[in-house]
């Protein structure tokens, strides 16, 4: 479904200039940010760097409806089409108003800094940028970038804090399994705990549609690099990962249950539920690391348009929520973002899979067991999300912990 997009504008210091008319973007999802750059650019003469979400409609999916965003530009806005935004109109005070949880990359040259350091970066390596570079997305979670050069096309990918070891992680993971992630070309640290980093182009696409022969593939290399890693949680540790094996994951359940801001999204039966689930995590942890699969590093957000390539190589990219824990996680991520016909066969294969890696192991009792305690992880993602961000960036995420909460209580062993 589109976007009906208004842009309002400001000057490289960030001073309010008014705003651009509304324009409909066939790409409805929000953070998608070059529709915006290439509609100002064919309508208006103008180039712009789309900074933040202002104001957006109250609906489940951020894929449609009015939505409301501020860009900076150096140009000259033609007088007659800039509108203009009176001292108290409420897109111009949200386009003023200063946060202290705001991304560096949603403030006036904060995409310009990081693309002044990549060129010093790619000038260094010997593949200097050849021409402009594109802004693709800006959101809570990112600011993705491409940079041409004359040795291919660079992403240039910036990520908040609670996402800031990718980097780290995508060097071990050089080391540890090459030809997984995307070569990394460098890194760095941005303001406010955010990081950079710049990575090679994947060719291909996001293998959203994926047959089953080649998911059943995707699902066993990726096992075989999970069994291959569990001998290297140190390693991992080390270069940043999050630590959700059995105890610290059931201290950070505990704390989101308790949350009063979680528990007022929750009807009183739905809490009676999550507390007793809460109350029998320590024995449902202890069974699933009983059921005899490694712990080892998740990969976090597992589903088949985070594998690109095609049917011959692929690579496995965003590696941000990735975590220390059990690996049945990653396999209930898989799972439900194939093909309900697909389904029977990833499970087969990556019990299988397991199987072979760690013959005692009961690879199914594990996923079953891992059901509700996967989606309280899940939910707790999203609760640490929220936390990190401005207020209008939560339109994202602000309903994902409680959904998530649902799905554990109606889950087998959350009820």
Not at 15 to 25: I, N
Not at 53 to 76: I, K, M, N, Q, S
Not at 209 to 218: D, T, V, W
Not at 360 to 387: G, S
Request: proline share 11%; with cysteine; glycine share 8%.
């Amino acid at each position: 479904m589109p976007r009906l997009a208004t842009l309002v504008l400001a000057d490289p210091a960030g001073r309010v200039l008014g705003a651009l008319p509304e324009t409909v973007l066939e790409v409805g999802w929000w953070p998608e940010a070059w529709p915006l750059v290439d509609a100002a650019r064919e309508q208006h003469g103008l180039d712009v760097t789309v900074l933040r979400l202002l104001d957006a409609p109250d609906v489940p999916v951020p894929a449609h409806g009015r939505v409301a965003y501020l860009a900076t530009t150096a140009g000259e806005p033609p007088p007659r089409v800039l509108q203009p935004l009176p001292t108290d109109d409420p897109l111009r005070l949200l386009a003023e108003e200063d946060h202290p949880r705001r991304a560096p990359w949603a403030r006036p040259g904060g995409v310009e800094a990081t693309l002044h350091r990549a060129d010093s970066e790619l000038a260094a390596a010997g593949r200097p940028r050849t021409g402009p570079a594109r802004q693709v997305k800006t959101w809570n979670l990112s600011s993705v970038l491409t940079l041409p050069t004359g040795d291919g096309t660079v992403w240039c990918k910036s990520v908040p804090g609670p996402l800031a070891h990718e980097g780290r992680l995508l060097s071990a993971l050089a080391e540890l399994c090459p030809g997984l992630a995307p070569p990394l070309l460098a890194a760095w640290a941005e303001p406010a705990g955010a990081s950079t980093v710049l990575l090679r182009e994947v060719l291909g696409e996001p293998l959203w549609e994926a047959p089953a022969p080649l998911l059943e593939r995707l699902v066993v290399r990726w096992v075989d690099a999970q069994a291959a890693m569990a001998a290297h949680l140190g390693v991992l540790a080390a270069a940043g990962v999050p630590d959700r094996r059995p105890e610290p994951l059931l201290g950070v359940v505990v704390a989101l249950a308790g949350r009063p801001d979680v528990r007022a999204d929750l009807a009183s039966a739905e809490l009676d539920t999550l507390d007793r689930l809460v109350g029998a995590m320590p024995g449902l942890l202890s069974e699933l690391a009983g059921s005899g699969l490694p712990d080892t590093l998740v990969h976090g957000d597992l589903h088949p348009g985070n594998w690109v390539g095609d049917d011959e190589q692929q690579m496995l990219i965003d590696w941000g929520d990735s975590v220390l824990g059990c690996p049945a996680f990653d396999a209930h991520t898989m799972v439900q973002r194939v093909a309900p016909a697909s389904r029977p066969a990833v499970v087969e294969s990556w019990a299988a899979a397991w199987s072979r890696h760690c013959p005692d192991a009961d690879p199914l009792r594990a996923l079953e067991l891992a059901r509700p305690v996967a989606a309280l992880r899940a939910a707790a993602v999203y609760r640490r999300f929220l936390d990190a961000v401005e207020r209008t960036e939560r339109r994202y995420h602000d309903r994902d912990p409680a959904a998530m909460i649902r799905v554990a209580l109606g889950a087998p062993g959350g009820s």
